[in-house]
């Protein structure tokens, strides 16, 4: 039985007022304040509960960005593609095949990103081509996303630390968000409310009709810690790995054992480091006790698995160490908003 606790009714004090409020700086919110900027509205709240911009992408970790090509087409354009124009700028930023590489059959450049994951085609497809997968350092990509914004200053106002936790609702109409902070509870009230939370936290009060079921054999029903490690000899590591399947294979069987869960290490945009994704079995992430026990459950077998993989494959990891652990889960699913979608043919 549940219990409850009735809380007072008490006023809250309005922080601030807006045109268009979006709520969470992840990939879409930070695009969506971007672009709302860029199209000539200059009266912009951007709320992000964390420390920075990107979400699942920088603080979950989501380092390698595939698929963004087909044959020697490139068909992601607009602000993802200006992040990786504009890091491609910064020494050592990121790592992957140029535009004017995508869709190459040259055995040469095959062999060059064959070991990068998704930087070719499949061995399937014939003939094998290169395609277009960007890596991408987190840490670098919250700078150049604080630079966007910077840029935007007198359109944009941007504030950090703030958790919206409810919409203000007059009928079915929002009208605002309630946020949690250092400096309490506030209000921010906007003519024009975007839930970018990934979770849907707002619409989901709004009375929004959603979805959050999913096949737990899919996945979408697993979540992730990733972690990178450093002091590993990453070009080894592919040399031994396409010279030796069968082994790759069993040492992912072994290292899977060891964890109780499937994880595999995998290229970043540097060759002294790895990062490690994993995937835990149906888990939701917006349950308390999941996201617990997602980040407690692979801390617990961090050490173990950097110590297997140096004894296992020490020609590439004997100085492997823990270089960091991402600051948020990795989420594969979460409440998807219930819509129609109107698609409009050829114009």
């Known amino acids: 039985?549940?219990?409850?606790?009735?809380?007072?009714?008490?006023?809250?004090?309005?922080?601030?007022?807006?045109?268009?409020?979006?709520?969470?700086?992840?990939?879409?919110?930070?695009?969506?304040?971007?672009?709302?900027?860029?199209?000539?509205?200059?009266?912009?709240?951007?709320?992000?509960?964390?420390?920075?911009?990107?979400?699942?992408?920088?603080?979950?970790?989501v380092v390698m960005v595939p698929n963004l090509s087909w044959y020697n087409k490139s068909f992601v354009r607009g602000l993802q593609e200006e992040w990786f124009t504009r890091?491609?700028?910064?020494?050592?930023?990121?790592?992957?095949?140029?535009?004017d590489e995508i869709g190459n059959t040259s055995?040469?450049?095959?062999?060059?990103?064959?070991?990068?994951?998704?930087?070719?085609?499949?061995?399937?497809?014939?003939?094998?081509?290169?395609?277009?997968?960007?890596?991408?350092?987190p840490d670098q990509l919250k700078i150049e996303m604080d630079k966007m914004l910077l840029e935007e200053k007198d359109r944009i106002r941007v504030y950090c630390h703030c958790w919206a936790t409810k919409p203000i609702m007059e009928g079915n109409e929002i009208k605002g968000v309630?946020?949690?902070?250092?400096?309490?509870?506030?209000?921010?009230?906007?003519?024009?409310?975007?839930?970018?939370?990934?979770?849907?936290?707002?619409?989901?009060q709004a009375g929004a009709p959603y979805s959050d079921s999913t096949d737990g054999t899919t996945r979408a029903s697993t979540m992730a810690l990733v972690f990178r490690v450093a002091g590993v000899d990453y070009p080894a590591y592919d040399r031994w790995k396409r010279a030796n399947p069968a082994a790759y294979d069993d040492m992912v069987k072994s290292l899977e054992r060891l964890a109780g869960f499937p994880i595999r290490p995998l290229p970043t945009n540097r060759d002294d480091m790895?990062?490690?994704?994993?995937?835990?079995?149906?888990?939701?992430?917006?349950?308390?006790?999941?996201?617990?026990?997602t980040e407690m459950t692979v801390r617990n077998v961090?050490?173990?698995?950097?110590?297997?993989?140096?004894?296992?494959?020490?020609?590439?990891?004997?100085?492997?160490?823990?270089?960091?652990?991402?600051?948020?889960?990795?989420?594969?699913?979460?409440?998807?908003?219930?819509?129609?979608?109107?698609?409009i043919i050829g114009r």
């Open 1 to 61: 039985m549940v219990k409850y606790y009735h809380e007072q009714a008490n006023s809250i004090p309005i922080y601030d007022e807006c045109d268009i409020l979006v709520v969470g700086g992840g990939a879409a919110g930070h695009s969506a304040a971007i672009a709302a900027a860029r199209a000539g509205n200059k009266n912009i709240i951007l709320l992000e509960r964390y420390g920075y911009m990107g979400g699942d992408a920088t603080g979950g970790y």
């Open 178 to 204: 309630i946020f949690e902070s250092k400096e309490g509870r506030k209000a921010i009230m906007a003519k024009v409310v975007i839930d970018a939370t990934g979770d849907g936290d707002i619409f989901s």
């Open 302 to 343: 961090i050490r173990d698995v950097i110590e297997f993989m140096r004894n296992a494959l020490p020609i590439a990891f004997k100085n492997a160490y823990l270089y960091d652990i991402a600051p948020q889960t990795g989420n594969r699913n979460s409440r998807r908003l219930k819509v129609y979608i109107i698609y």
């Open 87 to 99: 890091l491609e700028k910064v020494p050592g930023a990121i790592l992957g095949p140029g535009f």
């Open 274 to 293: 790895v990062w490690f994704n994993n995937w835990l079995p149906n888990r939701s992430c917006i349950k308390v006790k999941d996201l617990t026990d």
């Open 107 to 137: 055995p040469l450049l095959i062999d060059r990103w064959q070991g990068i994951n998704d930087c070719v085609s499949r061995l399937t497809e014939v003939p094998i081509r290169v395609t277009r997968a960007v890596y991408f350092d």
